[in-house]
């Protein structure tokens, strides 16, 4: 099967520009060896992270009204590899489409608000996407195995899909909210084995993080146990942010529960583009805190 010939309007975020570069990295790697074009929204601004509406749902509307305005002006769908940034641009995205015709006083009152800062204004015309849909709504599951050149076999991976990718929006392509299983079908047509654990949908707890610790580590400690217990090499999450929680601060987490873990956390790219022949040292996998030696030594690096 042909390879399709894709491009996006890439948003980045900033947590893959920060504290997660290796997604960055990975991305990059991945997308050029699939030849999917992405073509950078340097002047979009962080999405907000969910945060932007506890002062203000405007603001948060008006935001990201501007970052989706940028990939419109390129005639382009909005691809992103976060999944809060998805959740949140998405769900933006989602409510000013419905506000088109249910308000459209609320769509002129956010372009005025874009004009003012020299923005074009939001159409409605393109749609939001995260590098899982594109993977398997736009490249498809068959052209992706077609490009496999070392198959991850006796890898078990398990998904964490975390909470904004799948419940954030009304309805989501490729996948159901409460039973997914394309992070699944990715791992299967790599060659990986699928892992299914409790915790696999549910949240990883940054967002109690700031005021809620202890309880944050507790959660996430719950899910590598459970994934562990369920004969996990490795989680596999499309979140930088769940990645921060259950890879970055996994010692803090072993310190709160009382238990040594070790498990290894990848980015979803990191994962596919090890399979598409793609170099460990490309793909930021030295960079995480958890050591991802374990999985590389299965796969024979």
């Known amino acids: 099967m042909p390879s399709p010939s894709l491009k996006y309007a890439y948003f980045p975020g900033c947590v893959a520009q920060g504290a ?25 601004s962080c999405c907000g992270s969910g945060t932007f509406k506890e002062e203000s749902a405007l603001l948060e509307d008006s935001v990201n009204a501007r970052n989706i305005a940028l990939a419109e002006e390129l005639n382009l769908p909005l691809l992103t590899h976060c999944s809060t940034c998805q959740g949140v641009i998405g769900h933006v ?20 608000l874009l004009k003012q800062e020299g923005c074009s204004p939001y159409k409605g015309s393109t749609e939001v996407k ?18 496999v050149t070392r198959k991850l076999a006796g890898l078990k991976c398990a998904a964490f899909y975390g909470c904004y990718l799948l419940r954030a929006q009304t309805s989501i392509p490729f996948d159901d909210p409460f039973q997914p299983e394309s992070m699944e079908n990715v791992f299967r047509a790599i060659g990986a084995t699928p892992i299914y654990y409790r915790g696999r949908t549910q949240c990883c707890g940054w967002p109690l993080s ?92």
């Not at 995260?130 to 490009?147: I, M, R, T």
């Not at 994934?227 to 996990?232: E, R």
């Open 20 to 44: 997660c570069r290796e997604l960055y990295l990975s991305t990059a790697a991945l997308t050029s060896a699939l030849g999917i074009e992405l073509v950078e929204l340097k002047k979009a």
């Open 93 to 112: 995205d989602e409510r000013l489409k419905k506000s088109q015709q249910n308000n459209p006083d609320y769509i002129d009152q956010i372009n005025g």
């Open 130 to 147: 995260h590098l899982l849909w594109a993977l398997v709504g736009d490249y498809g599951l068959e052209a992706l195995q077609a490009k």
């Open 210 to 301: 700031s005021y809620a610790t202890d309880q944050a580590f507790q959660m996430a400690g719950n899910h590598i146990q459970d994934a562990i217990a369920s004969g996990a090499d490795c989680l596999v999450t499309p979140c930088p942010l769940c990645h921060l929680n259950l890879d970055s601060r996994q010692p803090e987490v072993e310190q709160v529960i009382g238990q040594k873990l070790g498990l290894p956390v990848l980015h979803l790219p990191q994962l596919v583009a090890l399979a598409l022949g793609v170099a460990p040292e490309k793909l930021g996998l030295n960079h995480h805190i958890v050591s991802t030696r374990s999985v590389l030594e299965k796969l024979g690096f």
